[in-house]
């Protein structure tokens, strides 16, 4: 059974950092990606960075690149989102989710099948 499980959320001052965990278990990161996405309220889903089984390659939205950062850690069975210089808008709650088809892309909230239940961030001063 395929599990994911987040943590790591909080509240923080804009323009400070935070590192989201997700951990794994029922799959490989070999063999199905992993995607993060965050759910601002009021707002759709959107979807933030992956990591394809195909390769290990690494994709970002647009919104996340020079700020977030994914990386994974096999032997831990975990994937990370270190996110720096947050904003006010990056308020939401948190998911990392997968899928059966090992590219990451489209990262798209109706084509991933598996969600962990999502960690809050809230950045505020």
């Known amino acids: 059974q395929l599990q994911l499980v987040e943590s790591g959320g909080g509240l923080v001052q804009p323009g400070g950092s935070l590192t989201l965990s997700c951990a794994f278990s029922?799959?490989?990161?070999?063999?199905?990606?992993i995607g993060w996405f965050r759910q601002a309220p009021g707002k759709e889903r959107e979807g933030i960075s992956c990591?394809?089984?195909?390769?290990?390659?690494?994709s970002y939205a647009d919104s996340a690149k020079g700020r977030f950062t994914m990386s994974r850690d096999n032997a831990k069975k975990t994937v990370y989102l270190r996110m720096n210089n947050l904003k006010p808008e990056d308020t939401g709650v948190y998911y990392c989710?997968?899928?059966?088809?090992?590219?990451?892309?489209?990262?798209?909230?109706?084509?991933?099948?598996?969600w962990g239940q999502g960690t809050q961030v809230t950045v505020s001063s």
């Open positions: 989710a997968s899928r059966g088809i090992r590219l990451c892309v489209p990262l798209i909230e109706d084509e991933y099948d598996y």
């Open positions: 029922g799959f490989s990161l070999d063999y199905y990606p």
């Open positions: 990591i394809s089984s195909t390769d290990g390659s690494i």
